[in-house]
């Protein structure tokens, strides 16, 4: 098995540096002394319990917060799944991807959507897709953009089961063709194992451990190697009895 | 086991912050990033906040004052502050403001109380049920379109010129907009909450008084901001015609005497009114909505 699953060229060089980074929201410290380094086509995975600041890191990354203090470089083209779809229901579908951008890049939106296996779907309103559809369709929208960074905030955890393997699926095949950075937040351990190249668990406002993960792809439950994974991240995660 | 195809180094674990880089190459592995720019607002100071918003009416006042101390504003075109002031005085010395404020607030109270509540019920009902839609909406959009000045004459001839006829004009000119904002934010009320509600037994007035009410309050107090501001035309137009006493008397009377001083003195008045209203309405929004100003965007 030494042909290379990725068919994408990694570039050199980091999509995100971060040092010392803090925030608090009133008392409450969510990331103390945060440093990460991401590289250019890296998938990584944040891994932490709800309220560790997993969220506040990525909005931090997205420019949604201001971190209190410490350094934060990203490269330029970043864009974000959000764990809603977060589409305007007044545009149709196409005008959704292509939002913010010249219309010269209809074509490109259209070529997305097909990516993401929508093809056809550019005049529909958003109200009428399902929730998987609509989010492709935030897939596609940031797909279009070409992103060097591509910042997912538990996209998957709104949507069903069947449709979460799929889309799991789907978003491990386009970034190994569009190789960004990855910056997958989620609370699902298995979700992080099969889909990235690094995990980091974090916890009381710090990296607890910091994991590279040297599987094959596609990975699943039975992939050796994948358990013994998912038992160390469990238990940095507080979680022992499911571990077995 | 194998290495997946990435680079070697984007598997690479760094435990972070411990790995040892000389500046110049940390400096070159960092080239092109740079700081995210942040899309969020910024929190201001509160004192800033309220500096900035009391800025422009003060300039205005000052450009004022200016204009009329230098001689640039004639006494004629736009009365002096001084002149403004006097003729405040000497209406607080006499009484008669506070009696005409009682006049005209006895009047808009019982017109917006009863104009507001009927627009209010109305809004509802077309809101909530669809027969009641039918009843009302056609109806209440005709009389939208019509101008309440217009209903003036055949009001004065129904009612005379006594305090029936001013109430039920402020009445008319107060349901408009509340029926319509109420409508449009009942409309509006997530259908997923009232399916819910509907689900647990919620009918009738149970459910306009316990859901339906409450979600729509932003739209109902906006609804009641525009019925006090329209509330206040009214007046002007209902004191107009056999009255002798108001703050819409206190227009006639600058008109009919020729006093630039009055004139201006209605407007102030009339502002003031404006604020009061503003911040009696925010009060109500922080008492009636306690469960705003708690949402962010996560």
């Given amino acids: 098995m030494s042909e290379p699953v990725f068919p994408g060229e990694a570039p050199d060089g980091l999509a995100i540096r971060v040092r010392g980074l803090r925030k608090s929201f009133g008392a409450k410290t969510v990331l103390d002394g945060v440093d990460l380094d991401i590289r250019r086509g890296e998938f990584f995975a944040l891994l932490g319990p709800s309220g560790t600041g997993k969220t506040t890191l990525l909005r931090i990354l997205a420019g949604l917060e201001l971190p209190d203090a410490g350094t934060v470089l990203a490269a330029r083209r970043r864009t974000t799944v959000y764990q809603e779809p977060r589409l305007i229901p007044a545009r149709r579908v196409l005008a959704n991807v292509t939002l913010g951008l010249p219309s010269s890049v209809r074509e490109a939106g259209r070529r997305a959507l097909a990516e993401v296996g929508l093809e056809g779907y550019g005049r529909a309103w958003p109200a009428t897709l399902s929730g998987g559809e609509a989010q492709r369709v935030a897939l596609a929208r940031a797909l279009v953009r070409d992103p060097e960074v591509l910042l997912l905030d538990e996209p998957f955890a709104a949507l069903d089961a069947l449709t979460r393997l799929q889309m799991q699926e789907l978003v491990a095949e386009l970034c190994a063709r569009h190789r960004p950075a990855v910056v997958l937040v989620t609370h699902d351990v298995d979700e992080a194992v099969r889909l990235a190249d690094r995990v980091v668990v974090l916890r009381e406002g710090a990296l607890a451990v910091d994991q590279a993960i040297d599987l094959p792809h596609p990975r699943d439950r039975d992939t050796p190697g994948f358990t013994a994974h998912r038992r160390l991240f469990l238990t940095h995660l507080g979680v022992t009895a499911a571990a077995h | ?298």
């Avoid at chain 2, 001689?71 to 006097?86: E, N």
Wanted: aromatic residues 8%.
């Fill in chain 2, 1 to 298: 086991m194998s290495v997946s195809g990435s680079a070697p180094e984007s598997t690479a674990v760094s435990v972070s912050g411990s790995a040892p880089e000389s500046p110049a190459a940390a400096r070159e592995e960092a080239r092109g990033l740079e700081a995210p720019r942040f899309l969020g607002a910024r929190r201001r100071p509160a004192a800033l906040s309220v500096a900035v918003r009391i800025a422009v009416p003060l300039l205005l006042l000052a450009a004022w004052w200016y204009g009329s101390a230098s001689g640039r504003i004639p006494p004629d075109v736009l009365a002096a502050p001084s002149a403004v002031a006097g003729a405040l005085r000497e209406l607080i010395a006499t009484g008669q403001l506070t009696g005409y404020l009682l006049a005209s607030g006895h009047r808009a109270g019982l017109g917006v109380l009863a104009g507001g509540g009927l627009g209010l019920v109305l809004g509802v009902a077309a809101g909530i049920s669809a027969v009641g839609e039918e009843l009302v909406d056609p109806t209440m959009q005709m009389l939208r379109a019509v101008p309440f000045l217009a209903l003036v004459p055949l009001f004065i001839s129904w009612f005379g010129v006594g305090e029936t006829f001013k109430i039920v004009l402020i009445a008319v000119a107060a349901a408009i907009p509340m029926y319509a904002y109420t409508y449009l934010g009942v409309r509006n009320v997530d259908r997923k909450v009232v399916e819910a509600a509907r689900g647990f037994g919620l009918r009738g007035h149970r459910l306009a008084l316990g859901v339906v009410i409450p979600s729509a309050l932003p739209s109902i107090l906006m609804a009641l901001r525009i019925s006090l501001s329209v509330s206040l035309t009214g007046l002007i137009a209902a004191e107009q015609i056999g009255a002798t006493e108001g703050i819409g008397y206190l227009v006639t009377l600058a008109q009919q005497y020729f006093r630039p001083d009055y004139m201006v003195l209605c407007i102030l008045v009339y502002a003031a009114l404006g604020l009061v209203f503003d911040g009696a309405i925010r009060l109500l929004e922080r008492v009636a909505m306690p469960w705003r100003g708690h949402v962010v965007a996560r």
